[in-house]
């Protein structure tokens, strides 16, 4: 069963202007209205490190969920984060990043590879508690810009003890500054769905538009049956050396299952006005 996920928080959250919590709501309920499996909708971190997300709470409050069957996930990046996710009913999931770059790590959460793992521990006991489910993202996890080791058995031994220790069900191999290709895309989702047979590992993939369908074909023809995209590429990872290096495009992944006889639940209709909304919340 494929499952496509949506993210309008990565696409939103590294713009400067402030989005008013109005049009986010209202763009994320047109979104819940298109048949995506999970909408990642927003964050629970500092506002002082993602001002982007800093009402994701009133914007959940404004989330008609009474006619959708998509799941929402929202990021965290520590217990307190997920403490104040796990207060709302709503939220299904409960997302974590991960890096396998220990310079990454600390950038991004302030701690190692290690302390990350301990992190985690503890947002899964939660999820437990509260009846969310626990996505990890392992992020650089086709490489890195700062030197730091790397290879497909990096991601292998943290996916393996992130699922064999801890329990973690979901893994999303993150191309953070979009250097995956055909051959190692291949790669990396075959050994991982080997050795964690009964996890689901999914692609959260950055790339140029030129390089999309490469990348999903790779990934589905490799046994992936989940994917996280945002409409129009929007969002991306500033250290990327390409500046057109921005999310998978949905519309383009939806091409390629369109085009294989892929079954996707998403209403025609209603994407297509989600893409038309969209140009009133990004920035051209």
Known sequence: MLKLIECP????????????????????????KTGFDTIDFGSFVSPKAIPQMRDTAEVLSK???????????????????????????????????????????????????????????????????????????LSMAFGNPYGDPWETEIAAYWGSRLHKNLGVEILALG??????????????????????????????????????????????EAGCRRFDG?????GGCPMAKDDLTGNMPTEIMLSYFNQNNIGTNIDSNEFNLSMEMAKNVFPN
């Open 63 to 137: 989330l008609n969920l009474s006619y959708t069957n998509s799941k929402l996930l929202s990021i965290v990046a520590n217990k307190r984060g997920a403490e104040d996710a796990c207060q709302f009913e709503e939220i299904d999931y409960l997302g974590f990043p991960f890096s396998i770059s220990e310079t990454f790590q600390k950038r991004n959460t302030n701690s190692s590879i290690e302390e990350s793992f301990a992190r985690v521990e503890g947002i899964q006991e939660l999820c437990v508690q509260n009846n969310k489910k626990l996505v990890v993202y």
């Open 175 to 220: 191309d953070t500054i979009g250097v995956s290709n055909r051959d190692n895309i291949t790669k990396m989702f075959t050994e991982l769905m080997k050795e964690l047979p009964n996890a689901e590992i999914g692609a959260h993939l950055h790339s140029t538009p030129n390089s999309v369908m490469e990348k999903v074909s790779a990934a589905y």
């Open 9 to 32: 928080r990565d696409a939103m959250q590294g713009l400067h202007d402030f989005i008013p919590t109005d049009v986010k709501a209202g763009y994320i309920n047109q979104l819940l």
């Open 230 to 234: 945002a409409i129009k590429g929007f």
